[in-house]
């Protein structure tokens, strides 16, 4: 005979046996009502830590890849009060002041520029700057460089949406300077374009036109740097610019050579929160921020708060203060040690490695550094840790890198290696 089954526990009796987890009552209620509607109530935990684990949370970058888009390009630290700011009050005369007036003239003159406008990303600010300057003219514009920089964001469908009339000029892997001249020369109000090509490389039978060149004739040329590297001579480094930088075009560089605007992101190469710079010639700017898109891509005071702190450590030339540069620039034999000594903790063996910039920028780029490496795929075990550590599997091996990892959380990463694999003995 069957005995009878103990009733299902209540909601709220379930929900407190899980009260552990680090959630609002109200989600562990959610998981405890899941469960229950279930017919599983054993699975309310489960559940619960789910749907913890689907929170934005901190994770330690073991990839190697230093802009890593998945996890948030530049880690950047960032802590402000609850305080009312003077985001758009001249403290001076105590009248209405401008959001622009903080960040944008540090970074602008970082650049060796009149004036810059900051916007929410590298996306909006090239949007902007094409619909400010170039809405009912001809956009020249090489077919190597109508590129798609990620996500389905393309060159072509921005050029359209800004209202500019698209003329491709060259061939994919061709343009040279008669090409633009050319298409200069049936006419009309034209801008250049040059996009930056930083997620992917050509090589091989190929010819393009510098910004020196294009700005030689006669129209605006507006410049995607993309990366935001502030000048291409590093002068915030205590040494000459790393070798792995050679060949990306720094911002400044691009102005000196002409362009009438430059833009950029925040969270590439200049280490700062997600956020877009139109950088360059005063009235180019001025025209941007006069574009009702203008007040539709622009950025609260949270971020323009972490942007001025960055271009604050650029001004000092403190790369230290930027965490991209502190992790980019560590010494090849400080990781050397972190990792032998890690190696000895946990059973993993250290290993030399490859990281990359990443965040679509410099394709094809290495920098030197060291590693730990496991034989089979531990990527899921270390994901499951807490904090999560997201590592990367090549060759049958697992490979945790530590460039991107910060030395204050190695003994993090060392509890995680030790639980997803061990030698056997
Ligand atoms: C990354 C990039 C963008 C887009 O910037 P987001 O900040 O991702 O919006 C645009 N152009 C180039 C050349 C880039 O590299």
Redesign the pocket.
């Known amino acids: 005979m069957d005995r009878p089954t103990a009733p299902p526990p209540s909601v709220d009796a379930l929900s407190r046996q899980i009260a552990d987890v680090a959630l609002p009552h109200a989600l562990l209620v959610r998981a405890a009502r899941e469960a229950l509607a279930a017919g599983e109530p054993d699975s309310a935990r489960q559940r619960a830590e789910l749907i913890a684990r689907r929170q934005l949370q901190p994770v330690i970058n073991a990839t190697g890849v230093l802009l890593h888009t998945n996890l948030g390009r530049a880690p950047l630290a960032h802590r402000q009060a609850a305080r009312y700011t003077n985001l758009e009050l001249d403290l001076d005369s105590g009248r209405r002041g401008s959001r622009a007036a903080h960040a944008g003239p540090l970074l602008a003159e970082l650049c060796g520029a009149p004036a810059a406008l900051i916007l929410n990303?590298?996306?909006?600010?090239?949007l902007l700057a094409l619909a400010a300057l170039a809405v009912g003219r001809r956009a020249i514009i090489s077919r190597g460089e109508l590129?798609e920089?990620?996500g389905g964001?393309r060159i072509p469908d921005v050029l359209a949406l800004s209202g500019a009339q698209l003329v491709e000029v060259g061939t994919t892997n061709r343009t040279r300077r008669v090409d633009y001249e050319a298409a200069l020369a049936e006419g009309g109000d034209a801008v250049i374009v040059k996009?930056?090509?930083?997620?992917y490389k050509m090589v091989g039978f190929t010819e393009s036109v510098g910004i020196a060149e294009l700005s030689k004739l006669g129209v605006p040329v507006i410049a995607?740097?993309?990366?935001g590297l502030l000048d291409a001579n590093t002068p915030w480094l205590h040494s000459a610019p790393p070798r792995w930088l050679a060949g990306e075009p720094g911002v400044r560089q691009a102005l000196e050579a002409g362009a009438t605007l430059a833009?950029?992101?925040?969270?590439?190469l200049l280490g700062g929160p997600?956020?877009?710079v139109v950088v360059g010639q005063e009235q180019a700017v001025q025209s941007c921020a006069r574009h009702p898109l203008a007040r539709a891509l622009r950025p609260g005071a949270l971020v323009l708060a972490a942007l001025q702190e960055t271009a604050l450590a650029y001004v000092r030339r403190d790369a230290d203060a930027i965490a991209f540069w502190r992790l980019a620039t560590r010494p090849l034999a400080e990781l050397e040690a972190r990792a032998t000594s890690l190696a000895a903790a946990t059973g993993w063996e250290a290993c030399q490695t490859a990281a990359a910039p990443g965040?679509?920028?410099l394709p094809g780029v290495e920098i030197a550094s060291f590693g730990l490496c496991a034989p089979g795929d531990h990527r899921s075990a270390l994901r499951a840790n807490e904090p999560p550590v997201i590592a990367r599997a090549e060759g049958g091996r697992t490979i945790c890198d530590l460039r991107a990892v910060a030395p204050e959380d190695d003994r993090l990463l060392e509890t995680a290696l030790a639980c997803a694999w061990a030698p056997a003995r």
């Open positions: 990303n590298g996306a909006g600010a090239i590129v920089i990620g964001f996009v930056h090509q930083s997620n995607d740097v993309g990366s833009t950029f992101s925040g969270d590439k997600q956020a877009g965040g679509g920028s």
